[in-house]
């Protein structure tokens, strides 16, 4: 079974409403403008998009950060870039919010975002369902929504204790496949004193369960870096890097009879 994971591709516009100038729009719409635009080539994207359909994987993972402020507009720009994976019957796409698409309360935001997340995922599933287990070809999948509105000055993620109960729930029964939990937030990273602003809280009882291998994947995006932190079966952590900044499309083949996960970098050029 072959999965194909990317992340933070992170389309920008500028402000789409007057309301973006007070609140924390604003902000992202500057870094947007004197920095973000100048890291992510929306160009890659659209290579990566070729390669996907070109290569037919089973299941295509989006892990975040669509967007850079969470307004409607950036979520139109990548929604238009994803439509061929959206209309191809043959993968299962598979996405859950960054950070940055559950940006501000704005409700012109919010609605955007959960249109979005249904449109992605395409099997009638609603943001507010998850944390959700969907099966797709040899693996069971439990997508996570680890993120909502923060002040200026953060870009932390949370797992809730009712988010974290249902995942340990999800995990309970007899292991029918392997499980692959799909999240924004590296779980087992180690941040430094600073590195309050950008980690994610209450993710300790999600982290026993990959220990205990009772979730054999976690993927995930947000650092904007690959990172592969897996045992020799290839089970454990995978972050994978910005597509928009690197090109990287982290492709994953899951073998049945040996029962473990193989990892390959395919790189895009604009
Ligand atoms: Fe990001
Ligand atoms: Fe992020």
Same mark, same amino acid.
């Not at 999800?170 to 941040?191: A, D, Q, V």
């Not at 600073?194 to 979730?215: A, D, P, W």
């Given at each position: 079974m072959k999965i194909i994971h990317f992340s933070d591709p992170h389309a920008g516009a500028l402000p789409d409403s007057l309301s973006a100038y007070f609140d924390k729009r604003i902000v992202g719409t500057l870094n947007y403008a004197f920095k973000r635009r100048f890291l992510h080539n929306m160009a890659l994207m659209q290579?990566?998009? &070729?390669? +996907? +359909?070109? =290569?037919?994987? &089973?299941?295509?993972? *989006?892990t975040g950060d669509l967007t850079s402020?969470?307004?409607p507009r950036e979520f139109d720009i990548m929604l238009e870039i994803l439509q061929p994976l959206i209309t191809n019957s043959a993968i299962k796409l598979l996405y859950v919010p960054g950070n940055h698409d559950s940006y501000v309360k704005n409700?012109? *935001?919010? !609605? $955007? !975002?959960? %249109? $979005?997340f249904e449109t992605l995922?395409?099997?009638?599933? @609603?943001? =507010? !369902?998850?944390? @959700?287990?969907?099966t797709a070809g040899e693996c069971d999948f439990i997508l996570v929504n680890e993120c909502r509105p923060t002040n200026f000055f953060l870009s932390t993620g949370y797992l809730t204790t009712e988010? !974290?109960?249902k995942i340990e729930e999800l995990c309970s029964g007899k292991k029918e496949r392997p499980r692959i939990m799909i999240g924004h937030f590296p779980l087992r990273k180690k941040y430094s004193l600073t590195g309050f602003r950008h980690k994610i809280y209450g993710q300790q009882k999600v982290v026993e369960l990959l220990n205990s291998q009772k979730i054999d994947l976690a993927l995930c995006g947000h650092t904007h870096k690959c990172l592969h932190d897996v045992d020799k079966t290839g089970r454990? =952590?995978?972050? $994978? $890097?910005s597509i928009t900044k690197t090109g990287d499309l982290n492709i994953i083949e899951y073998n049945k009879k040996a029962d473990s996960f193989k990892y %390959?970098?395919? +790189?895009?050029v604009a």
């Amino acid at each position: 079974m072959k999965i194909i994971h990317f992340s933070d591709p992170h389309a920008g516009a500028l402000p789409d409403s007057l309301s973006a100038y007070f609140d924390k729009r604003i902000v992202g719409t500057l870094n947007y403008a004197f920095k973000r635009r100048f890291l992510h080539n929306m160009a890659l994207m659209q290579r990566g998009v &070729d390669y +996907i +359909i070109q =290569e037919k994987p &089973d299941v295509v993972v *989006c892990t975040g950060d669509l967007t850079s402020t969470g307004q409607p507009r950036e979520f139109d720009i990548m929604l238009e870039i994803l439509q061929p994976l959206i209309t191809n019957s043959a993968i299962k796409l598979l996405y859950v919010p960054g950070n940055h698409d559950s940006y501000v309360k704005n409700n012109r *935001c919010q !609605s $955007a !975002s959960k %249109k $979005a997340f249904e449109t992605l995922n395409m099997n009638g599933i @609603t943001l =507010e !369902s998850l944390p @959700t287990l969907v099966t797709a070809g040899e693996c069971d999948f439990i997508l996570v929504n680890e993120c909502r509105p923060t002040n200026f000055f953060l870009s932390t993620g949370y797992l809730t204790t009712e988010s !974290s109960k249902k995942i340990e729930e999800l995990c309970s029964g007899k292991k029918e496949r392997p499980r692959i939990m799909i999240g924004h937030f590296p779980l087992r990273k180690k941040y430094s004193l600073t590195g309050f602003r950008h980690k994610i809280y209450g993710q300790q009882k999600v982290v026993e369960l990959l220990n205990s291998q009772k979730i054999d994947l976690a993927l995930c995006g947000h650092t904007h870096k690959c990172l592969h932190d897996v045992d020799k079966t290839g089970r454990g =952590e995978v972050v $994978a $890097a910005s597509i928009t900044k690197t090109g990287d499309l982290n492709i994953i083949e899951y073998n049945k009879k040996a029962d473990s996960f193989k990892y %390959k970098q395919h +790189i895009v050029v604009a």
